[in-house]
């Protein structure tokens, strides 16, 4: 298996662009995570999925944010405009099963850089 | 809420030797799930051990254990004969009843050779 696939790994945009960040979950697996990691803040949840549902967005931080999951083995995060506020590193993971001791898996990251 | 808390910023152990990260975090659930992940320079995020609330058995990991104090919201990763390659950032992680993983700060930890 290939893992979680995360892409761009690297994004350098100017303020006010909009970015796409995409992400490939485990085949099989039913729960999404994006997670944000930043110096200040550490990695916190932005949202998750279950079976493609968006169950919890209470950490998206504005309405600049958005994510999707038009199928199970795709998932998109969008930021509209973006801000250098937004500057960090973006996860996704995936789940087979939630509270399962099979922990989470997750892509590389995608560094995102807005200047 | 479920909070983590991570109070070693960073720590140093000399190569062969053992050294023990910190963390405790704050609940009410009976039920939950610990974890450690290591975060190399890599940036990916590997799982390195995990422990169910209602096991008392302390899990292992070949090097790596911990020391799980239900009473005391106590996790403690443990990793002995400390190669370089461990060297990376270290977050402990707690899982409840809400799906999400509620992360700690981080612990950098340096290995000295």
């Known amino acids: 298996d290939a893992g979680v696939i995360q892409s761009p790994r690297h994004e350098v945009t100017e303020m006010g662009q909009e970015v796409t960040l995409r992400c490939k979950p485990i085949?099989?697996?039913?729960?999404l995570f994006w997670y944000r990691q930043t110096m200040m803040r550490g990695l916190e949840l932005l949202i998750y999925f279950n079976n493609n549902v968006p169950i919890d967005d209470s950490g998206m931080p504005e309405d600049r944010f958005s994510a999707k999951m038009p199928n199970a083995s795709f998932s998109t995060l969008k930021i509209q405009p973006s801000e250098p506020r937004d500057s960090a590193v973006y996860f996704c993971a995936s789940s087979l099963r939630y509270r399962s001791n099979y922990g989470y898996t997750f892509g590389s990251g995608t560094r995102l850089t807005v200047v | 809420a479920q909070t983590v808390t991570q109070s070693q910023p960073e720590m140093s152990v000399q190569e062969a030797e053992t050294v023990t990260l910190s963390c405790t975090y704050d609940?009410?659930?009976?039920?939950?799930?610990l974890f450690w992940y290591k975060q190399p320079p890599s940036r990916q995020m590997i799982l390195v051990i995990r422990?169910?609330?209602?096991?008392?058995q302390n899990a292992t990991e070949n090097r790596f254990s911990v020391n799980f104090q239900k009473a005391a919201k106590s996790f403690s990763l443990k990793i002995s004969d400390s190669q370089l390659g461990d060297a990376a950032m270290y977050f402990c992680?707690?899982?409840?009843?809400?799906?999400?993983?509620?992360f700690g700060s981080g612990t950098q930890l340096t290995v000295l050779p």
């Open positions: 085949s099989g697996h039913d729960y």
């Open positions: 992680a707690y899982q409840g009843s809400a799906r999400q993983l509620t």
């Open positions: 422990q169910e609330a209602y096991k008392q």
């Open positions: 609940t009410s659930e009976s039920d939950y799930y």
